[in-house]
């Protein structure tokens, strides 16, 4: 008579434990929910690095950059006018959308193969090359990733977590050769108190450094020659959570429509790039990219 009783008993646990999953699926963590939430609010929360023109807080305290605006542009398509930004260094943004602590990361981040293991990219909205700072004179004539890895005694100081890391292996150079720091002007302090003999990142950003920085004793290497590698040239993107597919989806809807329009190559310009040479082709993917095709 007892497992009669306990028969229907078991079934409506199932039947309840069934609807309780259910209804977490489509919650807040959900892929609809979480742009319903987003959009209710009207606030997203967006995790940045400090590395201009990309995406840098501005001396009002405002995050901006031209993967910030273009993200702000996308938003309030969405219905989503508050860009709520929270400064982390570089190497901690895709670790901190796995954790969800932002909704979504920009900073003209790469798309490579191995980031696309953790986030799901929108569509590139930008691409860009690669440059070189050394000491002024450019005393150990070093133009390419291939002289760092000719000369065993030169040492390069990178931004942790940055694209250029990979780069560097990939072109031969030793990872004793590489030395880590956690921004922009630490790379630069290092080759200036010679600790490290060049530094590389993108062209725009230590370009751009360069040129707001308070040194007369460095350069940037105006004949650098591109690798070519994979990854080279990079393709910027949005990244969001990989379980938030139907806010990447309405994202990529609203960035294609902005491409479109002229308004992702017009922020291109307004942040000192140019819109012919960094707007990204129509034809370039964030999957083919993903998938090492481009």
Request: charged letters at 30%; a negative charge.
């Amino acid at each position: 008579m007892r497992n009669y009783l306990l028969a229907p008993l078991i079934i409506f646990s199932i039947i309840f434990l069934a609807a309780c999953g259910s209804d977490e699926t489509s919650g807040n963590d959900g892929e609809k929910g979480i742009l319903e939430e987003l959009q209710e609010k009207g606030t997203v929360k967006v995790g940045f690095a400090n590395e201009e023109p990309y995406g840098y807080q501005n001396d009002d305290g405002e995050i901006t950059g031209a993967s910030v605006e273009t993200a702000k542009a996308v938003f309030k398509e969405l219905g989503i006018d508050d860009v709520e930004g929270h400064l982390t260094d570089y190497d901690q943004l895709v670790s901190g959308l796995a954790a969800k602590k932002f909704d979504a990361i920009t900073s003209g981040m790469a798309i490579t193969p191995d980031r696309c293991e953790n986030v799901a990219f929108a569509e590139p909205d930008m691409k860009y090359g690669e440059g070189l700072i050394v000491k002024k004179g450019n005393p150990l004539d070093l133009h390419s990733y291939e002289d760092i890895a000719d000369n065993p005694d030169v040492v390069v100081s990178v931004m942790s977590g940055a694209t250029e890391n990979d780069f560097l292996k990939s072109e031969g150079v030793d990872p004793d050769q590489i030395q880590s720091a956690p921004d922009i002007p630490a790379t630069f302090s290092a080759v200036e108190s010679d600790r490290a003999d060049a530094t590389t990142g993108t062209e725009m950003t230590i370009k751009m450094a360069l040129e707001s920085a308070d040194t007369e004793d460095l350069e940037f290497v105006e004949d650098f020659e591109q690798p070519d590698i994979e990854g080279v040239p990079s393709y910027g993107a949005v990244a969001f959570h990989p379980e938030h597919q139907e806010l990447l989806d309405a994202f990529n809807e609203k960035l294609q429509e902005l491409k479109d329009d002229g308004t992702v190559e017009e922020i291109l310009e307004d942040n000192g790039f140019s819109g012919e040479m960094n707007f990204p082709e129509d034809d370039v993917t964030a999957e083919m990219v993903c998938d090492g095709e481009e």
